[in-house]
């Protein structure tokens, strides 16, 4: 979902990898299709993000502490900031609005309720409190729910630069402490999945933090020298061409409320296939898979796949088949073409302005920028009315039923006199 253009190593220095832009389409395109009811896998494109976001970070953060021995956390984190924030905003009044105006009362509802996590980067740990399972997604009027992942990748964003940080005042060379840390902590990720898991409803462990670090993690490892090395060495195009093909056979297979060996060591190997691929792309450019990934649509698609992972899901809980008048296919298409078109706006309007061009979105005006939007979005969760809750007074269900069932008896002791007097 989230993105930089560069990939670590020495060899691959400023140098813009079409590939990886690439992968960010397959892994949207694939969230479009589940969510549309057409992919039962195609969640695993959130675990291609997860493991895209964790090699892409950990290899800016490795040239910073190679360059300058440390890690800037306020010039990471402003810049993160500026990438995540604007869309993100937008999105949020955009759809509370449109929610407001089109939508039913439970959309909204669930918009007030869910919109001040999302804000704060907590809506994952939000929704498992209030036990909303992530599988129920055919039937949600949670128009938030979606952003649990990005709650994920922005929590990841917060503590690893700090943990590379420690690492560097610490060691000589950051690439192997790095690697280690990556390793226990997707290990120790993957138990954690194992010893929670519900068989019953899978959304604790799917949507957790601590339960999905292994995905971010195995890409931060991929991004490390140790990994590089051994993949320079061992790996190569046919590896690469034998990964991507279990990737595409794992995402038209599997389904993933049912099946249960994902969440046993299935989504572990997943993440690690998907980091591996990523690692491989960046070290093979050239290859037949890399050059196929870095096609002019699948790389633009990639390209707006933040703003589209954003708007997809409330495109689709606003254009109902009763809305729309169409379903299936139809129905797919226009949603896809109104996310691809809020998309585009978003990342033309708002998101590269911002992100390149604005000065005003840096230093103190970048800072009180942000504080702006943040007590707007606060604002604007109290303002707009929530709608009344639909109460039933059990009583009068009570006392009407009575009465009915007293007109009935008497109807029927009428009808028993009158049959009597003929």
């Not at 088949?321 to 109104?338: I, S």
Request: glycine residues 8%.
């Amino acid at each position: 979902m989230t993105d930089v253009l560069t990939a670590p190593g020495a060899t691959e220095r400023k140098r813009h990898l079409p590939a990886l832009d690439g992968l960010r389409g397959v892994a949207i395109a694939g969230v479009l299709l589940f969510h549309t009811g057409h992919l039962s896998g195609g969640f695993l494109g959130v675990d291609l993000f997860f493991a895209l976001s964790g090699y892409l970070i950990t290899g800016l953060l490795l040239r910073e502490v190679e360059t300058t021995g440390t890690v800037s956390l306020v010039a990471f984190w402003g810049r993160r900031l500026r990438r995540l924030v604007p869309a993100s905003a937008v999105m949020l009044a955009g759809v509370t609005l449109l929610a407001w105006a089109l939508g039913p009362p439970d959309l909204l509802r669930f918009a007030l309720v869910d919109g001040p996590w999302v804000q704060f980067d907590l809506v994952n740990w939000h929704l498992l409190a209030e036990s909303a399972s992530y599988w129920d997604r055919f039937g949600s009027t949670r128009v938030f729910e979606h952003l649990w992942s990005i709650a994920v990748e922005e929590q990841f964003y917060v503590i690893w630069p700090v943990v590379l940080l420690l690492v560097a005042r610490w060691a000589r060379r950051a690439e192997w402490p790095v690697a280690v840390i990556a390793a226990g902590v997707s290990v120790a990720s993957l138990i954690l999945m194992v010893v929670l898991l519900d068989p019953a409803d899978t959304t604790r462990v799917y949507t957790g933090t601590d339960t999905r670090a292994f995905s971010l993690m195995l890409g931060a490892l991929a991004a490390t020298e140790p990994v590089r090395r051994l993949l320079a060495r061992f790996g190569g195009k046919a590896v690469l061409i034998v990964l991507t093909a279990g990737l595409a056979v794992t995402w038209s297979l599997v389904d993933g409320e049912k099946s249960l060996w994902l969440f046993r060591g299935g989504l572990f190997a997943h993440s690690l296939a998907a980091a591996l691929v990523v690692a491989l792309c960046a070290q093979a450019p050239r290859s037949w898979v890399a050059r196929v990934l870095a096609s002019p649509p699948l790389r633009w698609l990639g390209q707006i796949s933040y703003s589209l992972y954003l708007w997809h899901w409330p495109v689709l809980l606003l254009l109902t088949p009763q809305r729309t008048g169409v379903d299936g296919w139809a129905r797919t298409a226009v949603v896809c073409v109104v996310s691809i078109g809020l998309a585009t706006l978003s990342k033309y309007l708002v998101e590269d302005p911002i992100r390149f061009r604005a000065r005003w979105a840096r230093g103190r005006s970048g800072a009180v920028a942000f504080a702006s939007a943040m007590a707007a979005l606060v604002v604007l969760w109290v303002a707009v009315p929530s709608p009344a809750v639909t109460t039933i007074d059990v009583g009068r269900l009570g006392v009407a039923a009575c009465d009915k069932a007293a007109t009935f008896r008497g109807q029927c002791q009428d009808t028993g006199s009158a049959g009597s007097v003929s």
